[in-house]
């Protein structure tokens, strides 16, 4: 019976993945809840993201994230930046709009 409880719990557990971005890749599980309709990883306008001396800038308004209701600033070091698996930026938003967990960037071109 254990052995019948652990398959099932590993089985289980194997379908806990992250979604997709839209364009191929996933965003890694750790990032996401939900899936692609509900979930609270999203790409977000180019022009909402500055590059600043410190890191990142990100300006948000409604319609940026599907989970951003009010205007938002978030200030991120440039090691908070993780790869985007496209050349748009992404974020993720979790518990709430006010908490950036994950966001990803591309590959800066120089």
């Known amino acids: ?39 609270d990883c999203q790409m977000i306008p180019s022009k909402a993201v500055a590059i600043t001396p410190d890191g990142y800038r990100l300006t948000l308004k409604p319609g940026d994230h599907r989970l951003v209701t009010r205007y938002h600033v978030f200030l991120l070091p440039m090691t908070r930046a993780m790869h985007s698996g496209d050349s748009d930026y992404h974020l993720c938003l979790f518990p709430n709009e006010d908490t950036p967990r994950c966001f990803y960037a591309p590959d800066m071109g120089y």
């Open 1 to 39: 019976m254990r052995s019948i409880l652990t398959c099932v719990m590993i089985a289980y557990a194997s379908f806990a993945t992250a979604h997709d971005a839209g364009t191929g890749w996933s965003y890694d599980p750790y990032c996401c809840n939900g899936n692609a309709e509900n979930g």
